[in-house]
């Protein structure tokens, strides 16, 4: 090998290194926009996050009072077997803990979650929440329902 072609070798591999660092930082920075946006969302859908005047919160409000009944909605202490409209799932603990947080954002009145947070507050790398639920299609159906681009709630 002739040192002209060492050299564009070795240029070549400088190049590529410096492409695959700049493409790891863009790919921190897509993740830190995800979570600040997931956590600005979960303020805004916290109780008391929305101003009162605002399409959002009338809708809402409009919703919770169209609310079903708990009893549409059962789960063990663990979330592991769900119930909802009479249909029982077993779930992985992984998917558990999806519900459970969905449920708990329904029980406070603000159903929508955005995926992003879920997949952070469940220490989850995947990049799709219905990933999670690939092993089990009908409960993400029967469970899940998606709301907005990056948003879902318990489908009650």
Same mark, same amino acid.
Do not use: C
């Given at each position: 090998?002739? &040192? ?35 956590? +600005? ?5 916290? *109780?008391?996050?929305? $101003?009162?005047?605002?399409? /959002?919160?009338?809708? &809402?409000?409009?919703?919770? +009072?169209?609310? $079903? ?9 663990? /979330? ?9 799932? !077993?779930?992985?603990?992984? =998917?558990? =803990? ?6 708990? +954002? /329904?029980?406070?009145? =603000? *159903?929508?979650?955005?995926? &992003? ?6 220490? !989850? ?8 639920? !690939?092993?089990? $299609?009908? &409960?993400?159906? +029967? ?14």
């Amino acid at each position: 090998m002739s &040192a002209k072609q060492r050299t564009q070798m070795k240029e070549n591999n400088d190049r590529l290194a410096r492409e695959k660092d700049d493409l790891a930082a863009l790919k921190e920075l897509r993740d830190t926009i995800h979570k600040k946006a997931s956590e +600005a969302l979960w303020v805004l859908m916290s *109780p008391g996050g929305v $101003p009162k005047d605002d399409k /959002y919160s009338k809708r &809402a409000t409009s919703e919770k +009072a169209q609310r $079903p009944a708990a009893s549409d909605f059962r789960h063990s202490e663990d /979330y592991m077997v769900v119930t909802i409209h009479g249909q029982e799932f !077993r779930l992985t603990s992984v =998917q558990a =803990q999806v519900i459970e947080l969905l449920h708990q +954002a /329904y029980e406070k009145g =603000q *159903p929508d979650l955005g995926s &992003a947070l879920i997949l952070e507050k469940i220490e !989850r790398k995947s990049s799709r929440l219905r990933d999670i639920f !690939r092993s089990r $299609p009908s &409960a993400w159906k +029967a469970l899940v329902r998606i709301t907005g681009r990056g948003l879902v709630r318990l489908n009650l």
